[in-house]
């Protein structure tokens, strides 16, 4: 493989390639956000409930479907042919999505939408693994984090105010400037990165077993977290489906010569560990900020616009925890000192939430604040931590494996709360309160919020009261999922980065 940094190799301008990266990352990660706020007018115009879930959920399946696919033929093609196609795949889907007709029209060009957002994020981290030593990734993939965290307090914002002043279209159209804009930069920027030499085999059957796998487990946790009891005959069924492809993609995966995801790999305890450890960060990452604006917007009586700006902490914190642990990563050459403290620090910051009413904004504020930290200082160091675990020709696979766990993560936390949180409501007051709202669907697609409105004024109090008991509950039960995370942390090794081993002692 060539190294476009050695000498005779034309040097990669760092600061140009950095552009595009973020650029791409901000981009996926903003298309999972903003188009929450915009759901409301979205039912009302195609009179369509029934697929309304779809519309964030499809997204969120198919890029995390495709990011193991991404890493592996980044592995064989080269990564900048995967990033422009990734990219240009996003805006013409995004395109698509703006201009649809009817609901099935919008979740088929949100599911383009999300195979090409799983290129440009599981690529963008792989690019950095190729031209930056593993020492000195942390610091650049807290600049990543910080995107993520700009597009989680960018997208409700920008959703909202462009549903309100324009239109829901909108929130799909802004993509294609910027869509446009960041693919002509990679194109640009992205020359000279390592061309791989061995000749690619494509793993067409494993493929096909990953996706049937993977698409079954997403959608029974998808089915589950809606309402859908696990007892169901469509959970099931689901469930069934991904453990047997899953089980068949794992035996046919040792015996391939060029496996999509080698099974080595899982052999690998402190890649494991990492992976580990990033799954349940995204696990209360992501599900935090679904749940804390709802608990926000319905116990207060907030509007959407103010539900997202709750979450502006939450999102400081991110790149201010990543910032940190980059830096002092860089500095010691050891990523499990930064892990294990963000992995401690996250359960205190949670119980912390419970204990904190929303209408105290300023001690919620600095707990989610702390939260934002934690999740930071975890997220870019698990990924540096599974890259330094690996061979450099595993480099892609590695990233995306990460990556995978990080939305598997996120999917599961989002549906284990939400179902959760129906549950605690069918078994309090609420449901009889509420009435059939609960059960039944509203204009909205939301549940809550659409129960909470169809309640008479006078017992509004009541349940604002009953909503409060329940979401203490249920950051009590997330609390206490991270200390999974934090036993993940504690048995990792304390590993050294590879690079710069001159400056350590």
């Given amino acids: 493989m060539t190294n476009p940094n050695q000498p005779g190799q034309p040097q990669l301008a760092l600061r140009s390639v950095l552009i595009a990266l973020m650029l791409a990352i901000f981009l996926g990660a903003l298309d999972q956000t903003i188009v929450a706020v915009s759901m409301p007018a979205i039912s009302a115009q195609f009179k369509d409930v029934s697929l309304l879930a779809w519309v964030i959920s499809g997204y969120m399946v198919a890029m995390t479907v495709a990011v193991p696919i991404y890493g592996k033929l980044g592995d064989l093609y080269g990564r900048r042919k995967l990033m422009l196609f990734g990219m240009g ?3 013409l889907a995004s395109l698509f999505c703006g201009m649809a007709q009817n609901m099935e029209q919008l979740v088929l060009a949100r599911i383009f939408q999300g195979i090409g957002a799983g290129g440009m994020i599981s690529v963008s981290q792989a690019i950095i693994g190729d031209i930056v030593p ?11 984090s910080s995107m993520y965290a700009a597009a989680s307090v960018a997208g409700p914002v920008l959703g909202g105010y462009m549903t309100e002043y324009l239109s829901w279209r909108w929130v799909f159209l802004i993509n294609l400037p910027l869509g446009l804009g960041a693919w002509l930069v990679a194109r640009r920027n992205l020359r000279g990165l390592p061309i791989p030499q061995r000749k690619p085999i494509i793993d067409y059957l494993g493929t096909l077993l990953m996706i049937i796998g993977l698409t079954a487990l997403l959608l029974a946790i998808t089915h589950f977290g809606q309402g859908h009891a696990w007892r169901s005959s469509e959970v099931l069924g689901l469930l069934a489906c991904a453990v047997v492809a899953l089980a068949l993609f794992a035996w046919h995966e040792r015996r391939t010569e060029e496996p999509l995801l080698p099974m080595h790999l899982f052999a690998n305890r402190n890649a494991m560990l990492c992976w580990c450890t990033v799954f349940f960060t995204s696990f209360q990452a ?53 892990i294990l403290s963000g992995a401690l ?4 910051t949670v119980l912390g939430m419970a204990f904190s009413p929303p209408q105290a904004v300023l001690l919620s504020s600095v707990f989610m604040l702390f939260s934002g930290i934690a999740s930071g200082m975890q997220f870019p160091t698990s990924l540096v931590g599974s890259q330094n675990s690996v061979e450099q020709r595993d480099i892609g696979v590695a ?18 709360m939400s179902a ?22 509203g204009h909205s ?23 409060l008991l329940t979401f203490k509950h249920l950051l009590m039960v997330s609390a206490a999922v991270s200390l999974l995370g934090l036993a993940a942390a504690l048995a990792m090794p304390n590993a050294l980065l590879r690079g710069r081993e001159d400056k350590v002692k």
Avoid: C, W
């Fill in 134 to 144: 593993p020492r000195e990734r942390g610091r650049y993939q807290g600049y990543f």
């Fill in 445 to 467: 697609g939301n549940v809550l919020l659409d129960g909470l409105n169809a309640a008479p004024g006078p017992e509004q109090g009541a349940l604002r009261a009953e909503l």
């Fill in 286 to 338: 992501i599900s935090l900020t679904v749940l804390m604006p709802l608990r926000f917007q319905s116990i207060t009586g907030a509007g959407a616009d103010s539900a997202a700006l709750h979450l502006l902490p939450l999102a400081i914190g991110l790149p201010i925890g990543a910032y940190f642990a980059g830096r002092m990563t860089s500095v010691t050459g050891r990523y499990k000192p930064m």
């Fill in 399 to 416: 990233t995306s494996t990460t990556n995978l766990f990080r939305s598997l993560g996120g999917a599961m936390g989002v549906a284990l």
């Fill in 420 to 441: 959760l949180l129906l549950a605690l409501l069918q078994d309090s007051s609420f449901a009889q309160l509420s009435g059939s709202a609960l059960i039944g669907e």
């Fill in 345 to 348: 620090l996250m359960p205190l």
């Fill in 89 to 91: 795949l996003f805006t």
